[in-house]
C-alpha cells in the first residue's frame, strides 16, 4: 500500500472520530449562567460538572441566592436560567415566567442527633412551628424548649414547608437563615433546635425525622408516601431565546442521561 493511500485513510478515519464524537468534545462554546435555590446547589452542581466535562469550551456558573431571587434573575434577565424549589405563583407566570419541574426533593424535618425523638406527624409539626407546643416532652422527647430554626422569606424551602404544613405567617422561628447548610449547621450545634433541609443536603450532624411513620428517602418520594416534598424547578423566560450552550445544558439535564446524576444526588428526577 503507497504512503498517498495510507494518508488518504488515515484523514477519513479522524474525519470519522471526529463525526461520531469518539473521544472529542462538544462544539458548543458559550457561558450558563443559573440563579436560585440553594437546595438545588447539590444536584446542579453535578450536573454542571458533567455537562462542562462534555462541552470543555462552555463556563457554567452557579449563585445560590435563593429561589426568589433566582425568579426575579431570570425575570430580569440577569440569568439564563433560574432555579427555584417550589412551583411559580400565578404572578410570576403573569410575568412571563415558565416552569420545567426537574425532579423532586423531600424536605426533610431535622433534628439534633441527641434528640430522643424519632417520629411526628405533620398535625404536629405545625402546632411545633406555630408554638402550640413550646416543650419536647409534649411529643416525647427531653423536658426542654424547642427552638425553631428556618429559612428567609422567599425561601422555596420555607415555601414549600409552610404550604404543606398549613403555616404560612404563623410560625415563629428563633432564627431565619439564609441558606440551607447555615440550618443544617444551627441544628447540628443546638439540641433542643429543630428545623427543615432539603433532604439532599442533610448531612450526619443531623437526624431527620420520621413524618407519620414513614421516613424520607428516594423511594418514599417517589411513591409519593413521604409527604413532605416539592418539586426542584427550572425557571425559563418566554419568547426570551436561551443561547446555544444555555439550550444545551437546559437539553441535557431533562435527558435519559441526567437522571443517574440526579439520582446520585439525592433527588429524584421528574423524567
Same mark, same amino acid.
Given at each position: 500500500?503507497?504512503?498517498?493511500?495510507?494518508?488518504?485513510?488515515?484523514?477519513?478515519?479522524? #474525519?470519522?472520530?471526529?463525526?461520531?464524537?469518539?473521544?472529542?468534545?462538544?462544539?458548543?462554546?458559550?457561558?450558563?449562567?443559573?440563579?436560585?435555590?440553594?437546595?438545588?446547589?447539590?444536584?446542579?452542581?453535578?450536573?454542571?460538572?458533567?455537562?462542562?466535562?462534555?462541552?470543555?469550551?462552555?463556563?457554567?456558573?452557579?449563585?445560590?441566592?435563593?429561589?426568589g431571587?433566582?425568579?426575579?434573575?431570570?425575570?430580569? =434577565?440577569?440569568?439564563?436560567?433560574?432555579?427555584?424549589?417550589?412551583?411559580?405563583?400565578?404572578?410570576?407566570?403573569?410575568?412571563?415566567?415558565?416552569?420545567?419541574?426537574?425532579?423532586?426533593?423531600?424536605?426533610?424535618?431535622?433534628?439534633?442527633?441527641?434528640?430522643?425523638?424519632?417520629?411526628?406527624?405533620?398535625?404536629?409539626?405545625?402546632?411545633?412551628?406555630?408554638? +402550640?407546643?413550646?416543650?419536647?416532652?409534649?411529643?416525647?422527647?427531653?423536658?426542654?424548649?424547642?427552638?425553631?430554626?428556618?429559612?428567609?422569606?422567599g425561601?422555596?424551602t420555607?415555601? =414549600?414547608? +409552610?404550604?404543606?404544613?398549613?403555616?404560612?405567617d404563623?410560625?415563629?422561628?428563633?432564627?431565619?437563615?439564609?441558606?440551607? =447548610?447555615?440550618?443544617?449547621?444551627?441544628?447540628?450545634?443546638?439540641?433542643?433546635?429543630?428545623?427543615?433541609?432539603?433532604?439532599?443536603?442533610?448531612?450526619?450532624t443531623?437526624?431527620?425525622?420520621?413524618?407519620?411513620? %414513614?421516613?424520607?428517602? +428516594?423511594?418514599? %418520594?417517589?411513591?409519593?408516601?413521604?409527604?413532605?416534598?416539592?418539586?426542584f424547578?427550572?425557571?425559563?423566560?418566554?419568547?426570551?431565546?436561551?443561547?446555544?450552550?444555555?439550550?444545551?445544558?437546559?437539553?441535557?439535564?431533562?435527558?435519559?442521561?441526567?437522571?443517574?446524576? %440526579?439520582?446520585? #444526588?439525592?433527588?429524584?428526577?421528574?423524567?
Amino acid at each position: 500500500m503507497n504512503k498517498k493511500l495510507i494518508g488518504i485513510m488515515l484523514v477519513a478515519v479522524l #474525519a470519522l472520530a471526529t463525526f461520531t464524537g469518539c473521544g472529542s468534545k462538544s462544539s458548543v462554546e458559550g457561558s450558563v449562567s443559573t440563579d436560585g435555590s440553594t437546595s438545588m446547589e447539590k444536584v446542579i452542581g453535578a450536573l454542571g460538572e458533567s455537562f462542562m466535562e462534555s462541552n470543555s469550551k462552555v463556563s457554567f456558573t452557579y449563585n445560590p441566592t435563593g429561589s426568589g431571587s433566582g425568579i426575579t434573575a431570570v425575570a430580569e =434577565g440577569r440569568c439564563d436560567i433560574g432555579l427555584s424549589s417550589r412551583n411559580l405563583k400565578d404572578e410570576e407566570k403573569q410575568k412571563g415566567l415558565t416552569e420545567t419541574v426537574l425532579a423532586y426533593d423531600g424536605i426533610a424535618i431535622v433534628v439534633n442527633p441527641e434528640n430522643k425523638v424519632e417520629d411526628l406527624t405533620v398535625e404536629q409539626i405545625a402546632s411545633i412551628f406555630k408554638g +402550640e407546643v413550646t416543650n419536647w416532652k409534649e411529643v416525647g422527647g427531653a423536658d426542654a424548649e424547642i427552638v425553631l430554626i428556618g429559612r428567609e422569606a422567599g425561601s422555596g424551602t420555607r415555601d =414549600g414547608f +409552610e404550604s404543606i404544613t398549613k403555616t404560612e405567617d404563623a410560625c415563629k422561628y428563633r432564627q431565619e437563615l439564609t441558606s440551607t =447548610g447555615d440550618v443544617i449547621t444551627t441544628v447540628a450545634g443546638n439540641p433542643n433546635a429543630i428545623g427543615y433541609a432539603s433532604l439532599a443536603s442533610v448531612k450526619e450532624t443531623v437526624k431527620a425525622l420520621k413524618v407519620g411513620g %414513614i421516613t424520607p428517602s +428516594e423511594d418514599t %418520594i417517589k411513591d409519593g408516601s413521604y409527604t413532605v416534598q416539592r418539586p426542584f424547578v427550572l425557571v425559563t423566560k418566554e419568547g426570551a431565546e436561551l443561547s446555544a450552550a444555555a439550550q444545551a445544558f437546559y437539553d441535557f439535564v431533562l435527558s435519559k442521561d441526567a437522571r443517574s446524576i %440526579i439520582s446520585e #444526588a439525592g433527588v429524584v428526577p421528574a423524567n
